[in-house]
Nanobody, 122 residues
Framework: QVQLVESGGGLVQAGGSLRLSCAASGSIFSINAMGWYREAPGKQRELVAATRSGGSTNYADSVKGRFTISRDNAKNTVFLQMNSLKPEDTAVYYC????????????????WGQGTQVTVSS
C-alpha cells in the first residue's frame, strides 16, 4: 500500500508565501512523476506543477514565476513553494504521484493525497 501525506496549507494574506510538502510512503519501487493539482469551489481540478524523475518540470501559466516545485528523491517527497500568492490561488491542493509499486516492480499506479486547504485573503 502507498500513501501520500500532505502538509503546509493554511491561511495567508495576498502577497504572502506558503510551502507545501508531500511525502510518499509504503510499497514503493520507484516514483516516475510527482505533482500538485488544485481544486477551487465550483471549478475542475487543474494541474499546478509537476516534476518527473529526470528533473523536468512544468507549470500552469497562472503560477509561472510565482510557484516552484522541487523534489527530494531520497525522501520520496515533493515540495511546492508558493510566493506572491493571490486570492485566486485559494483552493484545496492535492499531491499526485505515479508510482511503481515494490510488489511487482513493473506496475505503475497513480496515487492522490488527501488534500490541503490553501486560503489567500485579499
Amino acid at each position: 500500500q502507498v500513501q501520500l501525506v500532505e502538509s503546509g496549507g493554511g491561511l495567508v494574506q495576498a502577497g504572502g508565501s506558503l510551502r507545501l510538502s508531500c511525502a510518499a510512503s509504503g510499497s514503493i519501487f520507484s516514483i516516475n512523476a510527482m505533482g500538485w493539482y488544485r481544486e477551487a469551489p465550483g471549478k475542475q481540478r487543474e494541474l499546478v506543477a509537476a516534476t518527473r524523475s529526470g528533473g523536468s518540470t512544468n507549470y500552469a501559466d497562472s503560477v509561472k514565476g510565482r510557484f516552484t516545485i522541487s523534489r527530494d528523491n531520497a525522501k520520496n517527497t515533493v515540495f511546492l513553494q508558493m510566493n506572491s500568492l493571490k486570492p485566486e490561488d485559494t483552493a484545496v491542493y492535492y499531491c499526485n504521484a505515479n508510482i511503481v509499486v515494490a510488489t511487482t516492480r513493473r506496475h505503475e499506479y497513480q496515487y492522490w493525497g488527501q488534500g490541503t486547504q490553501v486560503t489567500v485573503s485579499s
